[in-house]
Structure formats: C-alpha cells, structure tokens
C-alpha cells in the first residue's frame, strides 16, 4: 500500500465544504499543518470562538473522508478557535450581529465578574500541572512520582504528558505499544503501576521529530484531554512542557486547572525562569500549590557526605519571597536516575525509601490544598448581580 502523503489529505479535505457551505476548508485556509505518523492523521481546523459549536458538523465531515483514505487507520481532528484564521474574504470572518445588551447581561454566560467557565473531564475530580520555567530541572520524572505518591496516598491517579515535542513518559513508565480507539473517538489511556497514562510518545515513533506549530499543539492537548477515556479520577496529574508557550497558555486557558506545582533546582539561574512560570499561572488566576525544590543536594554513596551542588535553599526562599507554599526538596541521588531510565520510578520500586516518603509528603501538601480549595467552592456563597 502506498505511503500517505500530506498532498493526499489535503486534496481529499478540499471535498469538505466551508463555513456557510462557500469554498472548501483547504483553500480556505482553515487546515492546519498535517501531520502523518503510523497510519494516522493530525490535524486541526482555524474556526472563529463564538462559532465552535456550530461547525463541529464539519469537523467531523473533514475526521470522516480523511479516514477513508486507504493506508489512514485514524484521524484526530479538532476545532482550534482563533478569530484570524482565514483570509479577509473568507466567509469565517464575517462578524456576527449581536443583539445590544446592558452590561450586566454578560454574566449570562461566565460566572459573575469573571471569566467564561472552563469544560472540565467528566469523571476526573481535579487537575493539576507540574511546570517549570525551564527544561533540565528534572519536571517530568517529579511529575511521574508525584503521580504515584498520590496513588500511594489512596487517589485514584492519571497522568498527562503534555510535552508535545519531548513526550517521556513512555520511557519513565516502561510503557509501549499503542492506545486503542474504543467507542466513538474515545481512546483507552495506557496503564502501569496503576496509572493510567496518555502521552503523544504513545502516538508516533520515539525518533520522530515533532515540527508543530500551536493550533496543532492546542489541537492535540485538547484531544489527549478530552477524547480520552480516563474513567473516574480524583486527580489528573499533567505533564507540562517546560517554558510559558502555547502549551501552557492552552492548559491555562481552557481547562479548568486546580493549581500549578514548579519544579525549579536551587541555583539562581533556574529560578530566574521559575520566577516566569509562576507569574504566568498567576496572569492567568491559575493557583500557584507550592514550589518543590529538586536536584536539592547530593549524598554521596561511598562516604555519606553531603554536596550542596546546585546551591541549596533557593527555592525555598523564593517560595517565602512571593507567598506560595514550599513542598519539599527532594535530593539528587542516583536511585532516582537508575530507575528513571530503567521505568521503574523509586516511588514504585522504592515505596519504603527515604526519597519515596519525599514524594508522598510532597504529594500530601498538595493534596490539601486541592481539597480546601474544593470546600471552598462547595460553600461559596451565591453572587449578587445588579443589571
């Protein structure tokens, strides 16, 4: 069978008609860059917000031909809403007449002085991010073990990563194969240690090289949020890429987040872009759950001597300096190293160590706080509004 090429995709998706049924999706420019990896289709359509809902006809005409091209087992497509998508002529962009309304109507649709309210996963309880200004700190495998000192806490756990463009998961979780699509577009989430565990690393070939601009990236977050078949959680650990791209402001801005835990080393440098995770989530009234402080210092194996390599206390002085928890310092140790290349995190290999207890007093703060936050939701008192 031929390989699929991105010519044929696209020319099959010029049959898709467009917004208001003039000209197609393709020459219309609404398709995003096209991505092909092992018999499947990426892909997002450029809709403007307020019409989202209207054209998820389309969406799924555009899924539908693409996944009858021969050689194309699956597709995911989704809508990326963005107001400057098409062209100036292109039907999209026609303004919507609005009714006139007094300020005070647009509490409608948002909750009262805020902003619109984010779709949450059915079933998942809460989400939180673990992030980091920057890449090296050692995010992904503290995410992987915060996941699992939760469940070692008695919560039913899942893990996101996020990290479209350096998904490790696969590799942390000893993890391979492929996700099955089940009913509808729902995908089964990959499992161990009692995980369950859906990353784009699952998706196409670990060497692959993943050249995508944001729609795509929001597009496929979305997906792996959404169209994933997650079950009953309590918590839902993400993964995030490192830095404040478009990654972060997608999870930022359309899922609704319980808090955000920094990752950040001791040394000055680290904090410096720590210092700019923590502004964006507060930008964007994310709750900041604390700052764990990794790579703290180094035992020494043969003598027991400690080394402060990175520096030591940094994280937590920035934590008092700003007024967000501080969770723990967990140490560098080679423990921690050995099992994360092997797939066999310490907190699942270890979970009566000393570094394992780390993680689950880490994974016990942040808990708490998630839980208070919940209480204090469930007894906020109902909004006033004059119109």
């Not at 917000?49 to 194309?72: F, T, Y």
């Not at 090296?136 to 495998?141: A, C």
């Not at 709750?287 to 990175?310: C, H, K, Q, W």
Request: zero cysteines.
């Amino acid at each position: 069978m031929p390989e699929v090429t991105r010519e044929v995709v696209l020319e099959k998706l010029r049959t898709v008609r467009g917004p208001g049924m003039e000209g197609n999706i393709v020459d219309l420019g609404l398709v995003s860059d096209v991505f092909i990896s092992d018999g499947k289709a990426y892909f997002s359509i450029t809709v403007p917000a307020d019409r989202a809902k209207e054209l998820e006809p389309m969406r799924a005409a555009a899924e539908r031909v693409v996944r009858e091209i021969p050689g194309i087992t699956a597709a995911m497509v989704a809508l990326t809403a963005d107001r400057k998508a098409a062209s100036a002529g292109a039907p999209v962009q026609r303004p919507q007449p609005q009714a006139p309304s007094h300020a005070g109507h647009s509490h409608a649709q948002r909750p009262a002085g805020g902003p619109p309210a984010k779709a949450g996963i059915p079933g998942v309880g809460a989400i939180i991010a673990v992030a980091s200004g920057k890449g090296g700190v050692g995010k992904s495998t503290t995410s992987v073990n915060l996941a699992l000192a939760l469940k070692a806490n008695g919560l039913k756990v899942g893990l996101l990563d996020a990290d479209i463009y350096g998904p490790s998961m696969p590799r942390l979780l000893k993890i391979s194969g492929r996700p099955q699509q089940i009913e509808g577009r729902l995908i089964r989430p990959m499992e161990n240690y009692g995980l369950k565990v859906m990353s784009m690393g699952f998706l196409v070939d670990e060497e692959v090289a993943m050249i995508w601009r944001g729609p795509m990236i929001q597009s496929a977050l979305l997906q792996m949020l959404r169209e994933v078949a997650w079950g009953d959680l309590d918590v839902l650990v993400v993964d995030m890429p490192p830095g404040t791209g478009d990654a972060q402001l997608t999870m930022a801005q359309q899922v609704p987040l319980a808090g955000a835990v920094i990752v950040s080393t001791p040394q000055d440098l680290a904090l410096i872009d720590a210092r700019k995770g923590l502004a964006m989530f507060r930008k964007v009234e994310v709750p900041v759950l604390g700052i764990v402080e990794n790579m703290s210092y180094f035992i020494a194996p043969d003598t027991g001597n400690r080394y402060d390599i990175f520096g030591h206390g940094g994280a937590r002085n920035e934590a008092e300096r700003i007024g967000v928890p501080f969770l723990g310092e967990v140490p560098l140790t080679m423990g921690i190293r050995e099992t994360s290349d092997a797939g066999t995190p310490l907190v699942a290999s270890d979970p009566a160590g000393e570094v394992a207890r780390i993680y689950r007093d880490i994974a016990s703060k942040v808990w708490e706080q998630v839980s208070a936050q919940q209480q204090d939701k469930s007894r906020a008192a109902p909004n006033i509004v004059f119109e």
